[in-house]
C-alpha cells in the first residue's frame, strides 16, 4: 500500500499513507540492532527437569526399536549376500576352499554351501531374536537404574530456549 494514494477520512486525496516496518514483514537481521521504536528480542527460557522414566514406556519403545533395527539387519544381510553372489565372491573363494582343503582322497570344504543364504538368513534371525531380547532387557534395566539414581541427584535438567 506504500506509495499509492489513498482516500478516506484519515487522508485526503492525492495523499500517500506510510506503513510501519511491522506490517510489511520486514523483520530485523539476527544479532543486528532491532529495528526503531522497537525493544531487543527477549529470549523465552523453560527449564525441565525428567526425573522419572516410566519402565513400561520404556520397555516398549526399547521393544519396537530394537525389533525395527532386526528387520533392518535381516534385510541388509540378505541384500549384501545377494550382492556378494552376483558379483563372484562365494564361488571364487569356494574354489580356492576346494583346492587348499582337498587331500589325495578327494573332497574338501565347500565353502558355497556352507553358506547358502538361508543358512546365513537362519543364523541373521537367531542374532536378531537375541538382540531384541538382550537390548529391550538392557534398556528397561536401565530406565529402573535411572530413577533410582535420579531420586539421589535429582535428575537431568533441560534448559530450552525460544527466541521471539
Known sequence: MQGYPQQGAEGAPGMTQQVPSAQTGVAPPRGGAPL????????????????????????????????????????????????????????????????????????GFDLQSFLSL?????????????????VTALCTLGSFIYNISSSFVGGVELTLAEDE
Do not use: C, H, N, Y
Open 36 to 107: 526503531p521504536g522497537r525493544s531487543a528480542p527477549r529470549t523465552r527460557r523453560a527449564r525441565l527437569r525428567v526425573a522419572k522414566a516410566d519402565p513400561w514406556s520404556v520397555m516398549k519403545i526399547s521393544f519396537l526399536l530394537s525389533l525395527a533395527l532386526g528387520v533392518v539387519t535381516m534385510v541388509a544381510v540378505a541384500v549384501l549376500w545377494m550382492v556378494l553372489d552376483a558379483i563372484g565372491v562365494f564361488s571364487t573363494v569356494s574354489k580356492t576352499m576346494v583346492e587348499v582343503t582337498q587331500g589325495s582322497s578327494g573332497g
Open 118 to 134: 538361508p543358512r546365513v538368513l537362519g543364523f541373521t534371525a537367531i542374532i536378531a531374536v537375541i538382540d531384541v531380547i538382550l
